[in-house]
């Protein structure tokens, strides 16, 4: 199987949380390959940062500020790109929070918020991005950054709720290449189901412990997930991967109590 980004140079590619973490990695990767790249993020400062950092490499990144809980910016944003840009080619959902409540004491507005982003935003982009390739005749590719956790729960204390969402994202992944056959579409999905990685999701009440288990390699790195992207990407037009899952070799840190 040949691999090569070359299909998609100049062609643009939207990634949801890309001002930091995983998002920014995968931001970097596609401007390096020659991609014009929509980062959308809150946090407008850090987007504009991080296209000042890639603005001698060979594509381009356009900073979007967008409010992913909001379905009126995620539609203005599309809007945006379509006009100024030109047709999108690849969806990257990235966006994603990890909200630490339980299920006996729940914090409904944590839960909502879970929801919002991690399901609900997901579904809203992915329609939006999907009703541009259709209407430009796009061959395009969907990507959903997904987890471990959307396969197998674990017992992670205060973190009882964000499994449930991305086990949706598991379910919505597999949904929607289904719908995509029933269609005739040549749109690809692909779920990437990291394991932990150093990002900012991480909580910061357990720095301390994250600090160790980064130095020793227990948990990967932004770059690596964004590798992953870019290696389904680079498949041939008629090779999807379907889910792809990224982690440590050592995970040592789940049997310590």
Do not use: C
Not at 76 to 83: G, T
Not at 192 to 198: R, T
Not at 226 to 238: C, G, K, Q
Request: glycine share 6%; hydrophobic share 45%; proline share 4%.
């Amino acid at each position: 199987m040949v691999l090569s980004m070359e299909r998609w140079v100049g062609k643009v590619a939207v990634v949801t949380g890309a001002s930091s973490g995983i998002g920014a990695a995968i931001a970097e990767a596609l401007v390096e390959r020659g991609l014009k790249v929509a980062g959308l993020a809150r946090r407008k400062d850090r987007l504009d940062a991080l296209a000042q950092k890639l603005s001698n490499k060979k594509g381009k990144l356009y900073p979007v500020q967008t409010d992913i809980t909001k379905e009126e910016d995620i539609i203005n944003a599309f809007k945006w790109i379509k006009e100024n840009l030109g047709p999108i080619h690849i969806l990257v959902n990235n966006a994603g929070v990890l909200g630490q409540t339980s299920l006996v004491d729940g914090n409904i507005e944590i839960w909502e918020n879970i929801l919002d982003v991690n399901v609900l935003g997901l579904s809203i982009a992915t329609r939006e991005a999907i009703r541009d390739m259709r209407a430009n005749n796009v061959d395009g590719h969907i990507i959903h950054i997904n987890s471990v956790a959307g396969h197998q729960v674990s017992q992670i204390p205060n973190m009882n709720f964000y499994p449930a969402s991305k086990f949706a994202v598991t379910a919505l992944a597999e949904t929607l290449r289904l719908e995509m056959l029933n269609l005739k579409l040549k749109i690809k999905i692909t779920s990437v189901s990291p394991g932990p990685v150093d990002t900012e999701i991480l909580p910061a009440s357990m720095k301390s412990k994250y600090d160790r288990l980064i130095a020793e390699k227990q948990i990967i790195e932004p770059e690596n997930i964004a590798d992953a992207v870019v290696y389904a990407l680079s498949t041939p037009p008629h090779v999807q991967i379907q889910e792809l899952t990224v982690r440590s070799v050592d995970e040592s840190f789940r049997n310590e109590k």
